[in-house]
DNA sequence: CGAGGTACCTGACAGC
DNA sequence: TGCTGTCAGGTACCTC
């Protein structure tokens, strides 16, 4: 569900709330969640009583490095999001003690990994579908993992400018500009929420094959990628759903933006009316009027 | 290589 | 009311 804004806004606010905390046990009712190491009372047997060193993102994935050089990933795929905060187990739910920071969170009866931390507050991982995955790993083999080496260049940073930008789209030979764009392993961190907004944004068509666009167009995507994604993060990430951020609270992208989700209403900058196609089995807004 | 489908899961919502 | 189909911020893996 979450992508770079989404992700980033956890890791910001998890920097101020898990950081130098240790980690005491952990919870769950479904197993599964976590895939590394395969049995779940090793994991638990692994990290217990680490401290917690370092909160970063690499992409949509989240590292906490713990003491010991290991490293907990934590990918929230669809529907999952971090929480902290204090809770108790009641008729197989998780309560707030505090009735503060969860009432917020429509999901919270999703919770379904708990980390219990040395200072009585917990941070707990809600995941409606379950798609989240938790692994650990020795930090130096994390790195060079598969899922980890294939992404692509964060575009955020001042050194990926519009020649990296260029670079970058050299990995495909061919390729509709959007799916391009979703690519992990062209640039990391844009999800199908963000791609929609960052071509609208450029006035761009969705189904163009990026090799047909012109050095103006490329420029502007180039633009509207920084400009959205900055956006994203300023407002602390978009919950058009369930994405909450670690206190339990929205985001606010989701006001800001302007074409996804928003099928039949008018394009806010011409005649035209935002529709919604298919491509890559995922949904596209635009407006067919000024994406040409 | 790219495109498209499937799988992983649980819900909300529209239409009959 | 209940059924059916469709949709949902992602990724990995498979086939063509």
Redesign the pocket.
Known sequence: ???LP?VETTVRSLRKQILGKRIKDVWTDAK?LVKKPESFSDFGKEIKNRKIESVSRR???IFLGLSGNKKLLV?Q???GHLLVGEWQRNNGEWISKSGGSLQNDPYN??IHIVFFLDDGTQLALST????SKVELWDADELEES??IK?LGPEPLPKDFGFESFKRALN??????IK?VL?D?SVIAGI???YANEILWEAKVSPFK?FTKLSEKELKSIFKAIKRVLKKGIELQ???????RKPSGKKGGFQDWGRVYDREGEDCPRCEGEIK?K??????VYFCPHCQE
Request: proline share 2%; charged share 35%.
């Open positions: 569900m979450p992508e989404e599964k992409a949509k994935f990918h795929k669809m529907s009866q999703y409606l579908r379950k798609f598969k899922q294939k990995k495909r030979r061919s390729g509709k799916q979703m992990q999800g199908n929420i094959n990430g978009a919950s058009y759903s369930d994405y919604r298919k491509t890559g089995g995922r949904s």
